[in-house]
């Protein structure tokens, strides 16, 4: 028997912090849960944080110059986006910390650096617009983000979104520089070109627009043998496209979904005359505000209930 006294067990540091909620809600740590579970719950959030990182790795391209390889990048954000949302959906882990880390990813990926990439590209055709269409970019895509965290219905119809999501918005930009190697072609005024413009402003202003676009969430979750073969079939165009030629696939993709809005209002009689209204976006239902009311500070406080 040892002579000196047992002595405790030294705790860990991170043994010392627990999260708390600032509802009060139960808080369970990931080294409460077994190795599969927390694997489980973590999942979606390795895809996010590989899209936070094509993203940071984009704006530093384009500060050097490698303006492909930037666009490149954020297909690879697409994907990652696409992926971790897909991810959540199967193994069940969608939480309100994994739509806020999305959120802050995609600000990233899909706001700063399509603005960054586009500033880049542009500067020294036209530095002033550059500069504008940019910021612009960036502030859309906050706004769009924002917007969508606190107008989130579960009642909603998901088969569409309510204005241009940011990674379609960014696929434009992305597949146009892809394409291209210098911003001076098209429409020119005062003998510079304006794609640059148009690839920024029109896509940013669609991020805020009330427009809906569909979602096409069946293709990634198809439930009935019909969707099944549906998305392979599409699976298999894309690889085909991009393997032969990935410039001018990349550019059918990210414009085509760009025109399913106006097509989709132009045609909408058409479609709800031969196959019926369920085929037609529905009118869209006002949110109530999720503003908090004025408090005026005259007014004295409310007593403390009984046990505070």
């Not at 530095?127 to 910021?135: D, G, K, S, T």
């Not at 627009?209 to 165009?237: E, I, Q």
């Not at 058409?270 to 999720?290: A, F, H």
Request: glycine content about 6%.
């Amino acid at each position: 028997m040892s002579p000196y006294p047992p002595t405790k067990p030294r705790r860990r540091i991170l043994d010392r912090w627990r999260l708390v909620s600032p509802s009060g809600a139960e808080v369970v740590s990931l080294r409460q849960l077994s190795p599969r579970e927390r694997l489980r719950v973590t999942a979606p959030s390795f895809f996010t944080t590989a899209n936070l990182f094509c993203g940071f790795s984009c704006v530093l391209m384009a500060f050097t110059g490698h303006f492909q390889i930037a666009a490149s990048l954020i297909a690879f954000s697409i994907i990652f986006d696409i992926a971790d949302g897909a991810v959540a959906r199967a193994v069940g882990a969608t939480s309100p910390f994994g739509i806020q880390l999305d959120s802050l990813a995609d600000l990233i990926s899909f706001g700063l650096a399509p603005a960054v990439l586009v500033y880049t590209w542009a500067l020294k055709e036209w530095p002033v617009m550059a500069w504008a269409a940019a910021f612009l970019w960036l502030a859309c895509a906050a706004f769009r983000l924002a917007r969508f965290n606190v107008t989130i219905d579960p009642v909603s119809d998901k088969r569409y979104w309510v204005g241009m999501p940011s990674p379609g918005a960014a696929a434009v930009i992305m597949a146009t520089i892809f394409a291209l190697d210098t911003p001076d072609i098209g429409p020119r005024v005062a003998g510079t070109s304006l794609l640059p413009v148009a690839i920024s402003v029109i896509p940013a202003l669609l991020m805020v627009s009330t427009v809906r676009f569909r979602s096409f969430r069946y293709l990634l979750s198809p439930k009935t043998g019909r969707a099944k073969l549906t998305t392979m079939c599409v699976v298999v165009a894309i690889i085909v496209g991009l393997l032969v030629n990935p410039a001018a696939t990349l550019l059918v993709l990210a414009y085509s979904f760009v025109a399913t809005a106006p097509l989709g209002v132009l045609t909408a009689p058409i479609r709800s005359k031969i196959w019926g209204p369920e085929t037609v976006v529905p009118p869209r239902t006002r949110l109530r505000s999720v503003f908090l009311p004025m408090v005026d500070e005259d007014q004295p406080a409310s007593e403390p209930c009984e046990g505070d």
